[in-house]
């Protein structure tokens, strides 16, 4: 009997956990996407860059790695109050920052293992760094990044939970909601939670797969690699 | 006449070592130089000191009228290396293709990148040259799928695209299984056959005595040598020289 009335309560609810779910996704491409922005000029800062490029690039990775998530979202949100930021503006620096650099050190790795030999070779057409940085080293890099990057990926869908502290209504905040409203379901509400984060994480990194096997290069790189890492 | 290229007294210093010792030659348009010597003596940084792919402290090259490099002055004058460099040719030991494009998009890059030219035009060159190599069947191919010969084939269908002045070769067969090595020295004498300006660094006796004009005996980053095929294998040579000679001849099967 009381289970049957705590699934008509989820089942009642699902405005509210569509809605978070949606809040979650957006959270998690606009993190990533904050993140790929900042990560590829630090990667390229960091393999060449002059010797203060260099060190500004590993002190911001050492950093934005070295930190909890909470500790830089509290330091954004509560540290920050002064300046009167939005906790989405606080979420995304601290989430986006965050991410940029593990996401630095992803590109980094990918940029390193093409054979240096392609950037002579560029250059000795004629073409200058950044060119052939655009030209050969980044298409090559993207495609070695992608399994790793699907890593990134599903370590973010999840990390979005943790803005809920700040006060956005993610899919988190969306369950606490239900709980409140259902007499103190926690289990069966929370259990919907976790099968939507698995649902969301299996999707991604579907779609990383595909991706990365629509990019492959016949005897380049390894396609489909993403999905073994489900 | 004027030289088309003309390397004047360069020298390079790695790590407090000097690899380049003076190093002086010219060449004429449509001639074939062969640079040999033993390993270590600085024949892969002289090639890369002509276009400045590494910087030498001294001395001067100049390539059809235009200064590429002029240590000689207080203040060299503007250059623009790019433009430069694109007009040199260059062929490795490890082909350095780009391996994430197909035969046809490794020698389109240049031209659409470096050149400006339009996508159509580009592919039309392209395939002249990728043709002229004999893999016209193989444009589509991906790097990674071709012999090491076919590979080096498309790299120098690669320079060729750019129209150079003078292609620079870096032991172009040294990373070759024996079989493969014909196929491509095959293409780099029909190119000295056709006028092509070509400085080869390689130790391929056969190659250097059938084409070479003059050949340019590199040992401890001097000039021991420089002169025609027949001269430097006459027993005239130095002692060094002859000891070389015959060491690459048991080496590479040149005699
Ligand atoms: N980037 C570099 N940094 C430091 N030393 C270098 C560098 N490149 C070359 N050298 C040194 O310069 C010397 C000449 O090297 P180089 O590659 O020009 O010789 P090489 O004649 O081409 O030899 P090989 O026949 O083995 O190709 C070697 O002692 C080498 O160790
Ligand atoms: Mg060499």
């Keep these: 009997m009381e289970t049957s009335s705590g699934l008509m309560i989820i089942w009642e609810s699902w405005p509210m956990f569509l809605s978070g779910t949606i809040t979650a996704v957006q959270l998690c491409i606009l993190f990533l996407g904050v993140g790929v922005v900042v990560a590829v000029p630090v990667s390229l800062s960091q393999i060449y860059g002059g010797k203060s490029l260099k060190f500004s690039a590993s002190v911001f990775e050492q950093v934005f790695r070295g930190l909890p998530a909470l500790v830089l979202l509290f330091l954004f949100y509560f540290g920050l109050a002064e300046l009167d930021v939005s906790p989405l503006v606080a979420a995304t620096l601290a989430m986006g920052l965050r991410s940029a650099a593990y996401q630095s050190q992803i590109f980094r790795g990918a940029i390193l293992s093409i054979d240096s030999g392609q950037m002579v070779a560029a250059r000795s057409i004629g073409m200058s760094r950044i060119r052939a940085i655009k030209c050969v080293i980044l298409p090559q890099a993207i495609r070695l990044a992608i399994p790793p990057w699907s890593n990134e990926f599903a370590n973010m869908i999840k990390d979005t939970s943790y803005v809920f502290v700040v006060g956005i209504i993610e899919l988190m905040r969306q369950g606490r909601y239900v709980v409140a409203g259902s007499f103190g379901n926690a289990l069966l509400v929370y259990s919907v939670i976790a099968l939507i984060y698995l649902f969301l994480t299996y999707c991604g990194l579907f779609l990383m797969g595909r991706l990365s096997k629509k990019l492959a290069i016949p005897g380049f790189a390894s396609a489909g690699a993403a999905m073994e890492r489900i | ?255």
């Design chain 2, 1 to 255: 006449m004027e030289p088309l290229l003309k390397v004047e007294n360069i020298e390079k210093t790695y790590d407090g070592k000097k690899v380049l010792n003076g190093i002086s030659f010219e060449m004429e348009k449509g001639n074939t130089k062969v640079i040999i010597g033993p390993s270590g003596t600085g024949k892969s940084t002289l090639l890369r000191c002509v276009n400045r792919l590494s910087e030498p402290e001294m001395g001067k090259v100049i390539l059809d009228g235009q200064v590429v490099l002029d240590k000689t002055v207080e203040k060299e004058p503007r250059i623009d290396l790019n433009a430069i460099r694109s007009q040199v040719g260059m062929v490795f030991q490890n082909f350095n293709l780009f391996t994430h494009l197909s035969v046809l998009g490794n020698v389109t890059l240049g031209l659409t990148q470096v050149k400006g030219m339009k996508r159509k035009d580009a592919v039309e060159r392209a395939m002249i040259e990728i043709d002229r190599v004999g893999l016209a069947d193989k444009k589509d191919a991906y790097p990674a799928l071709l012999s090491g010969g076919q590979q080096q084939r498309v790299s120098i269908a690669r320079a060729l695209a750019m129209d150079p002045k003078v292609i620079l070769f870096d032991e172009p067969t040294s990373a070759l299984d024996p079989e493969l090595i014909g196929e491509v020295l095959q293409v780099m004498i029909k190119l000295a056959k056709e006028g092509m300006t070509m400085l080869c660094v390689t130790h391929e006796i056969g190659f250097a005595r059938s084409v070479a004009d003059e050949i340019i005996f590199l040992d401890e980053g001097k000039v021991l040598a420089h002169e025609p095929p027949e001269q430097l294998f006459s027993n005239n040579s130095s002692a060094r020289i002859r000891t070389f000679l015959k060491k690459i001849s048991e080496l590479y099967g040149g005699e």
